[in-house]
Each structure stands twice: as C-alpha cells, then as structure tokens.
C-alpha cells in the first residue's frame, strides 16, 4: 500500500496481498480490459465513461470576443487555415465595440 502513491501509470494496481487480479477481472469492479504496452500513460481501462459522450459548450461575451480574436486568427493563419481566420476576423468586425 505504501508504494501506490508512487506508482503513476497503470491500468490497474492490485494491492495487498488479498487483492488478486482474478478478483479485478471478474467480481471486485474494475475491467480487465485494461491498457497494454505502455498505454497507460494515456489511457485507463474500459469503464463506463467510455461509452458516454462528451459535449463541450462555449459562450463568450463581446469583450471576450474582441480580446481573443486577433489571437484566434493568427494561430488559424500559422496552421494555414485561412478560412477560420477569416470567421475571427469576421467575428471581430460584428462585435460592437
């Protein structure tokens, strides 16, 4: 137990000697479909979040708007996408001042 706080990347730990990884696969909780050849490091084990969707919504004020546009278009023009730069341009152009 002592050592878990060192232990950064894993699928899963079972820890002490009672918990053995049978348990893990079959009848304590977690999966043992678990990350392999060193994938932990970005990965976890199958759970329920990996069958649920995630959406992001962003809202911005109009000073938001007009602070972070500039920025928006020039990294859209370092990445050669010139069409989002010119939706930031746009943006800042339609937000009042």
Not at 38 to 46: C, H, N, P
Not at 62 to 69: C, S
Not at 79 to 94: F, K
Request: proline residues 5%.
């Amino acid at each position: 137990d002592a050592l878990i706080p060192l232990i950064r990347n894993a699928g899963a730990v079972f820890a002490g000697r009672d918990a053995a990884e049978t348990f893990g696969d079959y009848c304590a909780g977690s999966s043992h479909v678990l990350p392999t050849d060193g994938a932990a490091r970005a990965w976890s084990g199958i759970g329920v979040q990996s069958f649920m969707k995630a959406m992001t919504v962003q809202t911005l004020t109009p000073e938001a708007a007009r602070a972070i546009a500039p920025a928006a278009a020039a990294l859209a023009r370092m990445e050669g996408l010139e069409a989002h730069a010119r939706a930031a341009d746009a943006r800042l152009q339609m937000v009042p001042a």
